[in-house]
């Protein structure tokens, strides 16, 4: 294995929503495969995590790219766009065009580079007609992009394990522990690096909600999750304002 350092750059996803640690931080899949390189790299692996919750897609290049790229890792892993299809301003074309063009600098440094296909979320969240063929959109561009300048895709959204509404949290649009760690382990195959195996078990699903608990459940989803979202759309503020990346510089895992 030829990594010695990995900067991971992205929103939420990356960030490790909803996989906390005990002190209340958030560990993700990011943290689960710097733990697994350098374990296999040793002491000298180095590792950072520049990704914010709620960044959208130019704040996560301007304020994140250049400072990956300022690092000179061997690995950088890049994730966006998702907070961005859910705006009403959202533009493909432009974003299409953007995505291509920040992988191309990403690549250019000689780093190797992982990208994401975004796993079917829509099923359980409002409006999906209207979303679904953005994913769809955004989806696509990524694995022509990958193809194109040689990145490394980890293709979340040709696994049907993430259907199951055990692998993300209460919030219904970030993932639990358990979908983190399958995360984890579709990105170290992707590398070819070996994982625990455990990491890809699926927990059971949940037993079948008869209709009116179901409608209740969407009620107390709504009020806890969709309407502080919504305020937050209408007063112009995001979830990260107040938040700073957990690992803003290259350093040991166990730190």
Known sequence: MGWRSFVAVGDSFTEGM????PDGTYRGWADLVATRLAAEAGPDFRYANLAIRGRLFPNVVAEQVPA?????????????????????TFDPDALIARFDDVVRQLR???????LFRFADLMARLPGQ????????????????????HGAIMVDLYADDAFGNPMLWSADRLHLSAAGH??????????????????????????APTP???????????AG????????????????????????????PVAD
């Open 18 to 21: 909803d996989d906390a640690y």
């Open 211 to 221: 209709w009116l608990a179901a409608r209740a459940a969407d009620l107390r989803w």
């Open 129 to 148: 007609r209207l979303v679904a063929p953005r994913v769809n959109v955004l989806n696509r561009a990524v694995g022509e992009t990958a193809e194109r």
């Open 224 to 251: 806890q999750h969709l309407a502080p979202w919504v305020k937050r759309r209408l007063t112009g503020r995001s979830s990260g304002d107040t938040v700073t990346a957990k690992r803003p510089v290259l350093g």
């Open 181 to 206: 760690r399958r995360v984890a382990a579709h990105v170290l195959s992707a590398l070819g690096v070996g994982c625990d195996e455990d990491w890809l078990l699926v927990p059971p699903h949940p």
């Open 108 to 114: 250019s440094g000689g780093a190797d580079v992982v």
């Open 68 to 88: 990956a790229l300022a690092m000179k890792p061997d690995l950088i892993s890049f994730a966006a766009g998702g907070n961005d299809v859910l705006r009403r």
